[in-house]
C-alpha cells in the first residue's frame, strides 16, 4: 500500500511539474544514434562563405559522403528513439551541398523514412 502511495505521489509531481521534467528523467533510456545538429548550429554556416574544415570543425565528420553530378553531398544522421510511447521519435539527415570548388551551397534538415546507412 506504501509503494502504490508513493507510486502515485511521484506520478502527480510529474504531472504537475510538466513534460520537461519528465523528458530530462527519460532521456538517459532513449536510443540515440548519430550526430545530432541543432539549427543553432545549422544557422552559422553560410552558402559561399562557409569552408568543409568549419563544419568538421562544428560537427565533425559526416556519416555519409557522395557525389552527385558535381556536387559533393554530406549528411549528417540521426535517430531519436524515445523510452515512452506518445514521445515524438526523429529520423533526419542534415545535409551540406558543396560545389565543385568546396563552396558550401546549401544546408538543410530533412526527415528520413529509412536510415541512408
Not at 502527480?12 to 550526430?35: E, N, Q, R, V, W
Not at 554530406?74 to 514521445?87: E, I, K, N, S, T
Amino acid at each position: 500500500m506504501k509503494k502504490l502511495l508513493i507510486a502515485g505521489l511521484w506520478m502527480s509531481t510529474m504531472t504537475l511539474s510538466g513534460c520537461a521534467t519528465l523528458d530530462k528523467i527519460t532521456a538517459p533510456l532513449a536510443y540515440t544514434s548519430g550526430k545530432e545538429v541543432k539549427a543553432e548550429q545549422l544557422n552559422k554556416f553560410k552558402p559561399g562563405v562557409t569552408k568543409k574544415s568549419e563544419v568538421v570543425a562544428v560537427i565533425g565528420e559526416p556519416s555519409k559522403k557522395e557525389m552527385l553530378g558535381n556536387t559533393e553531398i554530406w549528411r549528417y544522421h540521426y535517430v531519436f528513439v524515445p523510452p515512452l510511447p506518445g514521445q515524438k521519435n526523429i529520423n533526419e539527415d542534415t545535409v551540406f551541398e558543396w560545389s565543385a570548388s568546396s563552396k558550401l551551397l546549401k544546408a538543410y534538415k530533412t526527415e528520413s523514412a529509412d536510415s541512408i546507412l
